[in-house]
């Protein structure tokens, strides 16, 4: 059981933060398909899911960052936190080890 737990301590929040990744990726891409006032379904959807993320993100970046690059620093960040992370995870000795595997 305590495996179990270890296992879901690193994964969750590994998932999520990849998930924000390529939702951010995600729009991006779309706008440069969109204008940003689009009224597309998928537009909006998008924009929804990532304002709060980027909302956050211009908190940790330079004021000199125009909006349209606030999207690629977010990713950046967001990659920083996902191997910081790691390494926190690692360092406590909480990383999922592989059972059954040949040494």
Aim: aromatic share 12%; no cysteine; hydrophobic share 60%.
């Amino acid at each position: 059981m305590a495996q179990e737990a270890g296992f879901w301590l690193f994964h969750l929040p590994n998932i999520l933060l990849a998930a924000m990744i390529y939702t951010l990726l995600g729009r991006y891409i779309l706008s440069l398909m969109f204008q940003p006032d689009s009224d597309k379904v998928v537009w909006r959807v998008f924009k929804q899911i990532t304002d709060p993320i980027l909302a956050t993100a211009r908190l940790v970046t330079p004021a000199i960052v125009p909006p349209p690059l606030l999207n690629v620093f977010a990713v950046v960040w967001l990659l920083v936190a996902r191997v910081a992370f790691y390494f926190l995870i690692r360092s406590l000795g909480l990383l999922p080890t592989i059972t059954g595997a040949a040494p």
